[in-house]
């Protein structure tokens, strides 16, 4: 039985490499993703689920531009071990400032990427905006306020966030610029935590007056407000 329920991400520039990266991976009974670029992972991770991300050392120091970006951003993303490879053999490699990890394959595989919880990258940049929100749920009106605003989705304070089911569709209005937009709600924080409760919404439509009011609000285009750690 594998040991996880996601793949994980493989990146190397070097097909040889990646196939023997790819295969140590088949060999743990784990799924791999192989990807020759950062780019191509970068696309994969806004689609879907991944446990982890396993990156042959020399690409990440050969990465330039745009691909060095993605590279730092989706090992700040996921847990990632960088190797080197030698023939079958994979040797943890650790970089000048770059954050720890595991120190063999078994600790990253069976520890730090088992506890990972698997997650989609997002796909635009989360802006510290505040809005006042009117939730229309089940024929309620709920009044809320946004903790941050996307050009994917939002989170809104609730204290009572318990009472919404991820899944729900819920149509989200903004009074202050009298236009809403259909929304389904993808994760909970209840009270009781050490960060505001509320839950996470997802939009499914934008279109109309917040695709002209959001440029506005967020300071910047949509084509340009990639979730990236720098650029």
């Not at 050392?57 to 190797?83: D, H, N, Q, W």
């Not at 009106?141 to 089911?165: K, Q």
């Not at 997802?202 to 720098?230: H, M, N, Q, W, Y």
Request: proline fraction near 6%; hydrophobic fraction near 45%; aromatic fraction near 10%.
């Amino acid at each position: 039985m594998p040991i996880l329920n996601y793949p994980i991400l493989v990146v190397s520039y070097a097909d040889d490499i990646r196939a023997t990266l790819a295969l140590v991976l088949s060999n743990n009974e784990i799924a791999a993703a192989a990807c020759s670029t950062f780019c191509e992972a970068e696309n994969m991770a806004l689609q879907g689920l991944y446990s982890g991300m396993l990156v042959d050392l020399a690409s990440i120091v050969k990465a330039k531009g745009e691909e060095k970006i993605v590279a730092y951003t989706l090992a700040s993303f996921f847990p990632t071990l960088r190797v080197r490879s030698f023939g079958p053999a994979l040797v943890p490699m650790s970089m000048p400032g770059s954050a720890k990890q595991d120190k063999n394959l078994d600790d990253f595989l069976n520890t730090t990427c088992r506890v990972f919880e698997p997650r989609k990258l997002r796909s635009f940049r989360r802006h510290p905006v505040t809005l006042s929100t009117v939730v229309v749920y089940k024929g309620e009106e709920i009044r809320g306020v946004t903790l941050n605003l996307s050009w994917a989705g939002t989170f809104i304070v609730d204290f009572a966030a318990e009472r919404f089911t991820v899944g729900d569709s819920v149509c989200l209005e903004f009074p202050e610029f009298n236009c809403g937009v259909q929304a389904e709600i993808r994760w909970i924080r209840p009270w009781g935590m050490r960060s505001a409760p509320g839950f996470g919404v997802t939009f499914t439509e934008l279109g109309g007056p917040l695709e002209t009011v959001f440029p506005a609000i967020l300071k910047s285009r949509k084509e340009f407000d990639r979730d990236r750690l720098v650029g």
